[in-house]
């Protein structure tokens, strides 16, 4: 099973984020969901990381991510990252051979 593992950069404001909501859509038009959160922030840390597990083959993606503060105040969302899962490309199978 792939999994598409995504990295992004906070430094906390004046508001401050309790946690990241992770969202995803399948191609480049698809309604946005979130899949996921990061939790919890440590304000000495710069850069978190998110591992999609349930991606499937063969598809194309977009993620954002928008912080969120403890009173549940979400964030205007991150930049659109696209990627594309590759297939699988089968094997061949039930190869024969005959002297003719």
Do not use: C, H, K
């Not at 990295?7 to 906390?12: A, E, K, P, R, S």
């Not at 063969?58 to 969120?68: C, I, K, L, N, T």
């Not at 549940?72 to 969302?77: H, L």
């Amino acid at each position: 099973m792939p999994t598409v593992r995504l990295d992004f950069d906070y430094t906390q404001g004046t508001d401050p984020a309790t946690r990241f909501r992770v969202e995803r859509r399948t191609g480049a038009a698809g309604a946005w969901g979130m899949i996921g959160e990061v939790q919890p922030v440590d304000p000495g840390q710069a850069t978190y990381t998110y591992d999609d597990t349930t991606v499937l083959e063969g598809q194309s993606y977009g993620f954002r991510v928008s912080a969120v503060n403890a009173g549940g105040t979400v964030s205007a969302p991150s930049n659109v990252v696209t990627l594309a899962v590759p297939g699988v490309l089968n094997v061949p199978t039930n190869l024969r051979g005959a002297l003719v």
